[in-house]
């Protein structure tokens, strides 16, 4: 008997037509992104933060940001329009001087024809000339350069390349502090302590030395030795040494400051780079790192100049405030700064306060030249790198 079994159906799937594709539209198009978007969009918590409240709520900032644009640059404006206004008012007050005296005022003087006396400062007599605090103000500067700058650059290399790490940040904060003492404090120490030193102790040990017979047979013909050398006369404790110690105790920490960060801007490739030809660690520093730093060393030395020709208070309390012209570091003398300080509020006439507005414009001049060359060559070797504090 045959038994036959029935087959299963067999269906075969009719393929689809592809039919023509929609038009795309942008409204299609942003549809399908909002699907597609839909799906894998992540549950979104209906908080909003408190910035994002303030930013939806503030409306439209252009017209705030542009005000707060102006006023910003206002307020850099304003500190080209008060040098602006500084050195007018100086150029108009000392229109009187100027046109009496003119440019002599600043290099000649007047003889007493029955003493052969140079005189330089006559109020009495209308007569002014400030060759003498020219003078003055040169001198002490010159002598606190001398004193300062080799010690401020030995704490900047002691600070970068020698000082262990946990006296490294307690120096530095100590010898900054220095320039914020006032200057009427360093004037009333140096009255009370330095002119008492220098005139038991420093000046009588220099005066000897450079008096010495011996010393004056040898070195006479500089002109230098001897009683009209620079530690002649009479020994009075004030005077022109006595101003250019005590500027060399405040410039001192700027100079130092500033060398600082022109060393520590020197890469370490350069000192490791040193070291390993063998070099010790002077011959490191001075290869490797001052001479590297040195347009920088120097543009410090300037801005320290700066600040020691436009000291007053300090200056005018030791300096003896004489108008006198004298070899002798132990004389006493004016300065520029010390001169206006002392007779502008005791001016007799109109000539005489012109004069001395003009021997304060002249600083300021000097000053403003004077700091931004320091400030140029400083940028010149740290492109406005910032000091790194190790």
């Known amino acids: 008997m045959k038994v036959t079994a029935p087959l299963s159906d067999i269906r075969i ?11 795309v539209t942008p409204a299609n198009t942003q549809g399908e992104a909002n699907k597609v978007a839909g799906e894998f969009r992540q549950p979104v918590s209906p908080e909003v933060s408190e910035v994002r409240r303030f930013l939806i709520g503030r409306g439209n900032s252009a017209i705030a940001d542009r005000a707060f644009g102006g006023v910003m640059l206002a307020c850099a404006a304003s500190i080209f329009g008060i040098v602006l206004l500084i050195a007018v008012e100086l150029v108009k007050q000392s229109q009187l ?6 440019l002599p005022f600043f290099y000649k003087f007047n003889v007493d024809p029955d003493t052969k006396v140079p005189l330089f400062w006559d109020p009495v007599n209308g007569s002014f000339f400030a060759l003498p605090f020219i003078y003055g103000t ?7 350069l001398l004193i300062a700058v080799p010690l401020a650059i030995g704490v900047a290399i002691f600070l970068t390349e020698m000082c262990p790490r946990f006296l490294r940040g307690p120096l530095s904060f100590f010898t900054e502090l220095l320039a914020a003492i006032p200057s009427v404090v ?20 220099l005066m000897q030395i450079f008096n010495n017979p011996a010393t004056v047979k040898l070195f006479g013909w500089t002109g230098l030795v001897g009683e009209d050398g620079l530690f002649g006369g009479v020994n009075l404790g004030l005077g022109l040494l006595a101003a250019g110690v005590i500027l060399s105790i405040m410039i001192l920490p700027i100079i130092a400051s500033l060398t600082r960060e022109v060393m520590t801007a020197v890469p370490h490739s350069q000192r490791e780079a040193v070291l390993a030809l063998g070099a010790t660690r002077w011959e490191m520093i001075r290869v490797a790192v001052l001479r590297n730093a040195r347009i920088g060393i120097v543009g410090s030395i300037i801005l320290g100049l700066g600040r020691a020709l436009g000291e007053t208070m300090a200056v005018a309390m030791v300096i003896g405030n004489t108008a006198q012209i004298s070899r002798s570091l132990l004389s006493t003398g004016h300065s520029m700064a010390s001169v206006i300080a002392n007779e502008f509020s005791e001016a007799t006439s109109d000539l005489h306060r012109s004069a001395l507005i003009e021997i304060g414009l002249a600083l300021f001049v000097v000053t403003i030249l004077v700091n931004g060359l320091a400030r140029l060559l400083v940028w010149a070797v740290t492109r406005g790198t910032p000091a790194r504090v190790a």
């Open 186 to 205: 360093y004037g009333l120490w140096a009255f009370f302590v330095l002119v008492p030193l220098l005139r038991l102790h420093i000046n009588p040990i």
């Open 13 to 23: 799937r009719k393929p689809e037509t592809i039919s023509a594709p929609a038009a």
């Open 138 to 144: 040169l001198i002490t500067s010159l002598v606190a």
């Open 97 to 102: 001087s100027w046109h009496k005296f003119g």
